[in-house]
């Protein structure tokens, strides 16, 4: 079973506009921690957000939230006010169970997104 | 601000020769973590280590594949008698020790990338 599903292949938005990428998660550990990821065309993989399962408020960072539902196991990334430079993959992932150190990243397939002018 | 850094960015290879990729993680960070990523997909986790260790290898191919993390050094990613298929993009990643902030330690960084060739 898929661990986590990112739903949307590819995704238009147009520039200043907000919008939201979606990631279910799936699993049985109450620890755990939901991340996301930039994957520009130059290849490199930049750290945008983080939420912790035990975390109590919706995780931001500047123009990007998490739109963490527990109970849905959903983890949707939502970017504000998009701009030309957000055209990029963007992939969810998780840790499993946060106690552990050394615990691998799960990742989605991922959601290539691109910001018209 | 040194990130993390690999080298080579891009490496090509002929059928049956070695790869050898290098990871140097971030200053302070003591946890290494190699992934893997083929085209159109996402990262695949490889091997965990730490200084000296092999904490985890569950994604390593049984053959042909090493990785070590030696006391001095960066790490290394080793791909013995290369194949087509090995052609992907390799990721190192590192996250603090376990001596950081909660919050901190759980966050992996990734360097740019090697993206491996074989002809």
């Known amino acids: 079973a898929q661990k986590i599903t990112q739903t949307q292949p590819g995704m238009f938005v147009q520039e200043k506009e907000a919008v939201t990428l979606d990631c279910t998660y799936d699993?049985?550990?109450?620890?755990?921690?939901l991340f996301w990821y930039k994957q520009p065309s130059s290849g490199e993989m930049i750290f945008l957000i983080y939420?912790?399962?035990?975390?109590?408020q919706n995780a931001t960072e500047g123009r990007y939230s998490l739109n963490f539902q527990k109970a849905r196991k959903s983890a949707n990334l939502v970017i504000s006010a998009s701009q030309l430079g957000d055209s990029a993959m963007y992939f969810c992932?998780?840790?499993?169970?946060?106690?552990?150190?050394?615990?691998?990243?799960?990742f989605g397939g991922g959601t290539r997104l691109m910001v018209k002018p | 601000n040194a990130g993390v850094m690999q080298n080579p960015r891009h490496l090509v290879r002929r059928r049956g020769q070695e790869a050898r990729l290098r990871c140097s993680p971030m200053?302070?960070?003591?946890?290494v973590y190699w992934y893997r990523q083929l085209p159109e997909e996402g990262l695949k986790f490889m091997v965990y280590?730490?200084?000296?260790?092999?904490?985890?290898e569950s994604g390593m191919p049984k053959e042909r594949f090493s990785a070590e993390f030696p006391k001095e050094g960066p790490s290394i990613l080793r791909i013995q008698q290369v194949v087509r298929g090995d052609s992907a993009a390799y990721f190192c990643?590192?996250?603090?020790?376990?001596?950081?902030?909660?919050?901190?330690?759980?966050?992996?960084?990734f360097g740019a990338g090697t993206r491996l060739s074989v002809l």
């Open positions: 699993t049985s550990d109450p620890s755990y921690g």
């Open positions: 280590l730490q200084k000296e260790n092999i904490i985890d």
């Open positions: 939420q912790g399962s035990y975390d109590q």
């Open positions: 992932a998780m840790r499993e169970p946060l106690n552990n150190a050394g615990n691998m990243l799960t």
């Open positions: 200053k302070g960070h003591s946890h």
């Open positions: 990643a590192s996250s603090p020790t376990t001596g950081s902030s909660g919050r901190a330690k759980n966050i992996q960084y």
